[in-house]
């Protein structure tokens, strides 16, 4: 039987995705701040879950979860990073910018050096990391989040390289940018999002990513000609438009 970790696992892309884990016939230790839903989660699947409550924001307790985690497992053969925070803060307000850097920045940079430690002294393991389209270009309306997203895609494209190092071979990167998928973290957005994806088919779309071990995944697959319309936008463009 496999191990794998999701950090972030109580709603969302994070539970969906260990239900599909689950059923596929992995042990999976899940994370997040709410217990109660962690407690629900693994009532379910009582022989397959291990809880951890954790907030990853909180990077010395990140560490102090993750090296619980693999003691009891011993080997982890898949983490997936699904925490995340977003806010519409056009006004800049410090404290929604400061939560934003503390979980998107760094926590999620605390728990992806864990992980590729871990799988380079393993010599196997495959680190996901769930970025967003966010990590193309900037936006007026949440700085901070595109910000945050930017510096995720850059630092797993900087774990990938360094994998070269690793000379096994068997320790892969995957960044999945999904666009605006029905979840409660998008319910807290402006209306009308644009390409709205269900749920269940964007969790199906991320699960097939990451048994491909795909580099870069675009969440769903018609984002990719949004990003590279994004890249070669020039900034006087997106100033008008987004």
């Known amino acids: 039987m496999k191990n794998a970790i999701v950090f972030g696992a109580t709603s969302g892309i994070g539970k969906s995705l260990t239900e599909i884990l689950v059923n596929e016939g992995y042990k999976v230790?899940?994370?997040?701040?709410?217990?109660?839903?962690?407690?629900?989660?693994?009532?379910?699947?009582?022989?397959?879950?291990?809880?951890?409550?954790?907030?990853?924001?909180?990077?010395?307790?990140?560490?102090?979860?993750?090296?619980?985690?693999?003691?009891?497992?011993?080997?982890?053969?898949?983490?997936?990073q699904s925490s995340g925070v977003v806010y519409i803060n056009p006004k800049l307000e410090w404290d929604k910018e400061e939560q934003s850097i503390n979980t998107n920045v760094l926590g999620v940079t605390k728990l992806y050096t864990l992980a590729y430690k871990l799988f380079r002294k393993q010599q196997f393991g495959h680190l996901v990391g769930i970025s967003s389209i966010a990590?193309?270009?900037?936006?007026?309306?949440?700085?901070?989040?595109?910000?945050?997203?930017?510096?995720?895609?850059?630092?797993?494209?900087?774990?990938?390289?360094?994998?070269?190092?690793?000379?096994?071979?068997?320790?892969?990167?995957?960044?999945?940018?999904?666009?605006?998928?029905?979840?409660?973290?998008?319910?807290?957005?402006?209306?009308?999002?644009?390409?709205?994806?269900?749920?269940?088919?964007?969790?199906?779309q991320m699960y097939v990513a990451i048994k491909k071990k795909k580099r870069v995944a675009y969440v769903s697959k018609r984002w990719r000609f949004v990003a590279w319309v994004l890249r070669i936008a020039p900034a006087w463009l997106l100033k008008r438009t987004l």
Not at 149 to 170: G, H, R
Not at 179 to 195: C, H, N, Q, S
């Open 135 to 204: 990590s193309i270009r900037g936006n007026r309306s949440a700085p901070v989040y595109f910000a945050s997203k930017a510096y995720q895609k850059a630092y797993l494209e900087s774990l990938y390289i360094k994998t070269k190092s690793i000379k096994s071979n068997k320790v892969f990167i995957t960044d999945i940018r999904p666009g605006f998928v029905k979840t409660a973290m998008a319910d807290t957005l402006e209306d009308g999002l644009f390409w709205l994806v269900p749920l269940e088919k964007a969790v199906k």
């Open 29 to 80: 230790a899940i994370t997040g701040r709410r217990v109660e839903l962690l407690e629900e989660f693994k009532k379910r699947f009582p022989n397959q879950i291990l809880i951890k409550q954790n907030d990853i924001q909180d990077v010395k307790d990140v560490e102090k979860v993750f090296i619980e985690i693999v003691n009891k497992f011993k080997t982890i053969d898949l983490i997936i």
